[in-house]
T-cell receptor, first 112, second 113 residues
């Protein structure tokens, strides 16, 4: 599985955009980039995923570079409830075997 | 919308006992994944099932076994429990394919004393 590299921690002011980077330089052409977050001891929560085009949903935007070697998750207006560990995951596998392999993640702290 | 249901939410067992954790996937999801998360650790993949067959295996101890039933629910059986098995156990489900998102349950907190 392709490996990802994320900053250990980041801080963001409430109401500002949070931009979380992720490097996945060994990503293959058929591998998707997924973002999940985990708020203390809760089940990981799906945020967004993409293959090569930028994606946006009600939670966040995902910007993937043209060479697909890195991506950025954008929370446009961070709130205190967005404080969590954010995981960038490259997902691949045969049908039924597309496990998500969690790395270290980024601890995002949103400050008032 | 229906989510992934895990039971029980909390479980306390003594060393050398057996525990069974249950997972009910989102309706029409055909794939189930199990994860273990120790204190201060990231979730670690244990095992997955696709259409009731084991599809992948991670760092699951031999003392653990799992299966997916005809109604797609899954059970994780843990025997000869050790103190180090104390952790959060998450189940996730998805509908085939890596382009579809997987959703996680709220987990079972297992404490071995």
């Amino acid at each position: 599985d392709a490996k990802t590299t994320q900053p250990t921690s980041m801080d963001c002011a409430e109401g500002r955009a949070a931009n979380l980077p992720c490097n996945h330089s060994t990503i293959s052409g058929n591998e998707y980039v997924y973002w999940y977050r985990q708020i203390h001891s809760q089940g990981p929560q799906y945020i967004i995923h993409g293959l090569k085009n930028n994606e946006t949903n009600e939670m966040a935007s995902l910007i993937i570079t043209e060479d697909r070697k890195s991506s950025t998750l954008i929370l446009p207006h961070a709130t205190l409830r967005d404080t969590a560990v954010y995981y960038c995951i490259v997902r691949v596998g045969n049908p039924g075997s597309e496990k998500l392999v969690f790395g270290k993640g980024t601890k995002l702290t949103v400050n008032p | 919308a229906a989510g992934v249901i895990q039971s029980p939410r909390h479980l306390i067992k003594e060393k050398r006992e057996t525990a069974t954790l249950k997972c009910y996937p989102i309706p029409r999801h055909d794939t189930v994944y199990w994860y273990q998360q120790g204190p201060g650790q990231d979730p670690q993949f244990l095992i997955s099932f696709y259409e009731k067959m084991q599809s992948d295996k991670g760092s699951i101890p031999d003392r653990f076994s799992a299966q997916q039933f005809s109604d797609y629910h899954s059970e994780l059986n843990m025997s000869s429990l050790e103190l180090g098995d104390s952790a959060l156990y998450f189940c996730a489900s998805s509908f085939r394919g890596q382009s579809t998102e997987a959703f996680f349950g709220q987990g079972t907190r297992l404490t071995v004393v």
